[in-house]
């Protein structure tokens, strides 16, 4: 069969075979089929859908379309983290470097923003010098050293992802069940990692919009990695606002060196998760027997500042400068021309959040990318000062607008006021957690 009688059996909301779904990767990785085809055939799975028969063969099709790393030669429980993207979203930075400070073996590897939605690997660009691409053997020779090593998919680790990725980041093919379950888990299985801790977000600065389409993506990932062995366990988290108070590259490393430097209190929605993914992570590497153990562990490498430290050698290794790394040094990092508040139109309380605006006004001020070739401006993004549920004077700044170039910087105001929405009386706050899928 022709790649256009595959794309017109989905479009018939046919089931795609074992063979075809092979063919359809190793076709699109070798570049005998072009993207025009492939856009087609994501644009027909986003809107008629995959069973999970479907959404495996693709996984596993996937993560064989390259090599695959063998963590087996380093000493513990080699365990993963990933976010199913957000806004805001920076628990990586923090809970990476506080697992390893609790004796944790964290190898991993991370993705640039897709959308609306930031990346690690952009927020470690930020930092001048580091060098995201490491050959393996580098990455497993950091995690020997100092517990923890972040780093890009390297070279050809699931090259049909990187590639599907780019496509999808650019043809609004990104959100579908299947599609973002194939993505994550070729990825975290051809990684290596023994356990994985999976962040489902859901809600407005989400791909999942409601809380059954992310248990259904949280399910399903689950089941994949019972197929292939891998102990997965995934969280699903609000995000019907930005996860930190900072959306921006450098500004949101700003926010994980402040919390690692113990500024940020308890209670605060990305301490708390990172909190719930770290007690996850020390589980499952069972280095602590119960939620509170693993909980107190995390504390401690905060307060005693062997998180932090953590960080810094991790940096260090991937050749950044790591004397950065304090509440003052990241601020240099985040100088920008023009600090703009954006004031509040009205008096009354903040009721709601598109956190997805947010990370759009974000994004055209630079902290993103429209198309696949953009260059990100790591210091500029914004900078919020409420949260939902909060009270707020007319004049009185929703945000802090960092810029540099103030081309887009009308529409990033009007996509801020548009996100922001404001009520005369306070609304029911939403959960910081849905669920935990086992
Ligand atoms: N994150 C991924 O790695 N892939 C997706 O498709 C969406 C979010
Ligand atoms: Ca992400």
């Known amino acids: 069969m022709r790649m256009v009688d595959y794309i017109e059996k989905k479009v018939n909301h046919e089931e795609l075979s074992h063979d075809e779904i092979q063919a359809i990767v190793d076709g699109f990785v070798s570049g005998e089929i072009p993207d025009y085809q492939m856009s087609a055939l994501l644009m027909a799975i986003v809107l008629n859908d995959m069973n999970e028969r479907e959404a495996a063969d693709l996984t596993l ?6 090599d695959t790393v063998d963590l087996s030669d380093l000493p513990g429980v080699k365990v993963d983290k990933h976010s199913s993207g957000g806004v805001g979203d920076t628990t990586t930075l923090v809970v990476a470097p506080l697992v390893a400070a609790c004796g944790g073996t964290v190898a991993k590897m991370s993705g640039r923003g897709l959308a609306f939605s930031g990346g690690t690997i952009d927020k470690l660009e930020s930092i001048p010098g580091v060098n995201i691409a490491q050959p393996i053997e580098r990455f497993k020779e950091i995690v020997r050293k100092t517990g923890v090593c972040v780093i890009g998919q390297t070279g050809n680790l699931v090259p049909a992802d990187k590639k599907m990725y780019a496509l999808r980041d650019v043809t609004g093919t990104v959100q579908s ?10 990825k975290k299985l051809a990684a290596g990692a023994d356990a994985i801790v999976l962040d489902v977000k859901v809600g407005s600065g ?5 809380v059954d389409e992310a248990k259904r993506l949280a399910n399903l990932m689950v089941k994949m990695g019972k197929l292939l062995k891998r102990e997965v366990v995934a969280v699903v988290t609000d995000m019907n606002q930005p996860l930190g108070l900072s959306v921006g590259n450098a500004l949101e490393f700003r926010e994980a060196v402040q919390l690692l430097s113990g500024q940020v209190p308890e209670g605060d929605a990305l301490y708390e998760v990172c909190m719930l993914l770290g007690t ?31 960080l810094r050698a991790m940096i260090h290794e991937l050749g950044g400068d790591e004397t950065l790394l304090t509440p003052k040094g990241m601020d240099t990092l985040c100088a920008v021309k023009k600090m703009i508040p954006l004031p509040a139109k009205e008096s009354g309380y903040v009721v709601g959040m598109q956190a997805e605006l947010i990370g759009r006004a974000a994004q055209v001020l630079g902290a993103g990318r429209a198309t696949k070739e953009d260059i990100i401006d790591p210091a500029v993004g914004l900078v919020m000062h409420k949260r939902v549920g909060d009270k707020i004077e007319q004049g009185e700044a929703i945000c802090t607008l960092y810029v540099n170039d103030e081309t887009n910087l009308n529409d990033a105001m009007e996509t801020m006021y548009a996100a922001v929405h404001i009520s005369g009386k306070p609304d029911e706050l939403t959960p910081m957690v849905y669920a935990v899928v086992r």
């Open 177 to 186: 069940v299947p599609l973002i379950a194939a993505s994550i888990m070729s």
């Open 61 to 66: 099709s996937m993560m064989r379309s390259g």
């Open 280 to 310: 996850q992570m020390l589980l499952l590497s069972k280095l602590a027997k119960s939620d509170e153990e693993a909980r107190s562990m995390l504390k401690q490498a905060i307060v005693s500042g062997e998180g932090l430290k953590k």
């Open 206 to 210: 989400a791909f999942m919009k409601t």
